[in-house]
């Protein structure tokens, strides 16, 4: 299983990023996947799930500004990212697991992508 994430980079404040997680050597269409964050001396944090059916859930500080969706027949997970703040700066790692309902504990995840930088300049 190998899941690959790309579409880090750096923005200012009020820009916008959009992520991409590949996803090979599963059926992507059995697993939740999540987006999770982590910036230097903090722990690793829930960003955003999103069900096999497409429903979503976020961390309150990404409501209304950030979209994860998913594109089961071709194995693709997106975040996209507006109206971008300093704080969210930090690398963003996407992850699947199988089941029907959202997960938002990291250790839950079976799989994990190699992460991607996302650095917001103010």
């Known amino acids: 299983v190998q899941l690959q994430a790309s579409g880090g980079g750096l923005v200012q404040a009020g820009g916008s990023l959009r992520l991409s997680c590949a996803a090979s050597?599963?059926?992507?269409?059995?697993?939740?996947m999540g987006w999770f964050r982590q910036s230097p001396r903090k722990e690793r944090e829930f960003v955003a799930a999103i069900t096999r059916s497409g429903l979503t859930s976020y961390v309150d500080s990404v409501n209304g500004r950030f979209a994860i969706s998913r594109d089961n027949a071709n194995g693709m997970l997106y975040l996209q990212m507006n109206n971008l703040k300093p704080e969210d700066t930090a690398v963003y790692y996407c992850a699947a697991v199988p089941g029907w309902r959202w997960v938002k504990v990291s250790s839950k995840y079976r799989y994990w992508g190699q992460g991607t930088l996302v650095t917001v300049s103010s």
């Open positions: 050597g599963l059926t992507f269409s059995r697993y939740v």
